[in-house]
């Protein structure tokens, strides 16, 4: 991978922006903003797909970091044009909302997954997105089997961290029976570029089922 790539995990953003802190590192890296590329989750909800893409260009939008031109990547899409788009993105946002394994077969089918790998351009995902940015993946909802991620970093990531998810935390302590978890809450966000790890908000490590601080130790590369 090249060792410039920024790489982004969130969890999510409930209030629709992101945090000031979040935007500030995101407006050192971006100085070039032709084309953003988004990659759905739900590859067969083009209304979705095209609300969330456009609600999460704004995002962008709102801190003075909007791009020329975004577009977003679903059942849509043709080969030749994902493919087009991808070798021009500046960043690549992986979206959430959707099914982890899919957002996977869509990024093979479309010839972009190594491309998204390997290019230049930054890559962020959110919820699902993010989960597959890691090493491993474990879609709790999906199953509890993991499969292999984009890898840029070893980390098994889940987001939406809360005590108070009962369900959702119950999962995440079975998984951590066979791996440690990364649990993000919303609003976090972990940075890699360089080689150099970076923190911004509340994130868990679950081991065998205990709950601690995850720092940036706890991110391989």
């Known amino acids: 991978m090249n060792s410039n790539k920024v790489i982004g995990f969130f969890s999510g ?3 629709r ?3 000031d802190e979040i935007a500030r590192r995101l407006k050192k890296e971006l100085a070039v903003r032709g084309r953003i590329v988004f990659i759905t989750a739900c590859p067969e909800d083009y209304q979705q797909n095209d609300e969330d893409s456009a ?3 704004g995002m962008f939008s709102e801190y003075g ?3 020329d031109r975004f577009c977003v990547i679903d059942h849509r899409t043709q080969a030749a044009d994902a493919q087009r788009w991808a070798r021009e993105a500046d960043c690549f946002f992986l979206m959430g909302g959707g099914s982890c394994a ?5 990024m093979r089918e479309r010839g972009v997954l190594e491309i998204v790998r390997e290019g230049p351009g930054m890559v962020l995902g959110v919820s699902a ?3 597959n940015m ?3 993946t474990v879609d709790i909802w999906e199953s509890l089997e993991p499969y292999e991620g984009l890898g840029f970093a070893d980390i098994t990531m889940i987001g939406h961290f809360s005590y108070d998810d009962t369900e959702r935390l119950r999962l995440m302590k079975a998984v951590s029976m066979e791996r440690v978890v990364c649990a993000m809450e919303d609003e976090s966000a972990i940075f890699i570029k360089g080689g150099k790890i970076e923190i911004i908000g509340v994130i868990h490590r679950i081991e065998k089922g205990i709950i601690g601080p995850f720092t940036e130790e706890d991110v391989r590369l």
């Open 17 to 19: 922006r992101f945090t």
């Open 13 to 15: 953003f409930p209030d």
């Open 102 to 106: 899919e957002q996977m077969q869509l």
């Open 134 to 136: 890691g090493k491993t």
């Open 55 to 57: 609600g999460m260009h």
């Open 129 to 131: 997105g993010s989960m």
């Open 65 to 67: 970091i909007g791009f």
